[in-house]
Every structure is written in C-alpha cells, then in structure tokens.
Nanobody, 127 residues
Framework: QVYLRESGGRLVQPGDSLRLSCTAS????????MGWFRQAPGKGREFVAS????????EYADSVKGRFTIYKENDKNTGYLQMTSLKPEDTGFYFC????????????????????WGQGSLVTVSS
C-alpha cells in the first residue's frame, strides 16, 4: 500500500506562481511514475502532467505546457508541480497519483494507469 499526500494548494491571484508537493509513504521501495490531475468544480478529472520513474520523460497537457513543470526527488519520495502564470481556469482540486507497474521510461497520462491517488489539494486562482 502506498499513501500519497498533496500539499501547497491555496488561493492565489492570476499570474502568480505556486508549487504543489506530493509525498509518498508506505511501500515506496519500488520506482514509480508520478502524475498530476485536476478537477474543476462541476467538471471531470483531467490530466495535467506526469513524469517517469527515471525522471527522464515528462508529459504535459497542452493547456499547461510552458507554464507548469513536474519533477521528483526520489530520495525524498516527493514529487512537485511547479505552476507559473496561473489563470482562473487552473482552479480546481489537484491530485497526485503513482503508477508502479509501468515501464521505467514511461510517463503515463491516462488516469486508469495509476495505482494510487492522493486526496487532493485545492488551488483557487482568482482576483
């Protein structure tokens, strides 16, 4: 069992930057890919970004390319989503997820690929 906990979500203004963290605990002895997804009020969950176990591959949704950066610190079992130039449409609950049974070089973008999920952290972008 792996437990994921997101942190860092808060109210920010348009144009601000924010970093979300996702810390894994439990069975973390194996490598895993990490992903970030978000869900806006009244909408479905959407893919935001992912990074492979080896950290050599990343994937981003078109809506966040050039603004968001995903990275991991495997020695700390922590992943991050650095968000810049935030827009109101970035508002939502952000969930991190871990995928264990994937190729070490693959950064999956399908939510069904991930084995474990966090509880979410709310990001609100509003003036």
């Amino acid at each position: 069992q792996v437990y994921l906990r997101e942190s860092g979500g808060r109210l920010v203004q348009p144009g601000d930057s924010l970093r979300l963290s996702c810390t894994a605990s439990g069975r973390t002895d194996s490598g895993y890919a990490m992903g970030w997804f978000r869900q806006a009020p009244g909408k479905g969950r959407e893919f935001v970004a992912s990074i492979s176990w080896t950290e050599k591959t990343t994937e981003y949704a078109d809506s966040v390319k050039g603004r968001f950066t995903i990275y991991k610190e495997n020695d700390k079992n922590t992943g991050y989503l650095q968000m810049t130039s935030l827009k109101p449409e970035d508002t939502g609950f952000y969930f991190c997820a871990a995928a264990y049974h994937v190729s070490s070089a693959w950064a999956p973008s399908n939510g069904g690929t991930f084995d474990y999920w966090g509880q979410g952290s709310l990001v609100t972008v509003s003036s």
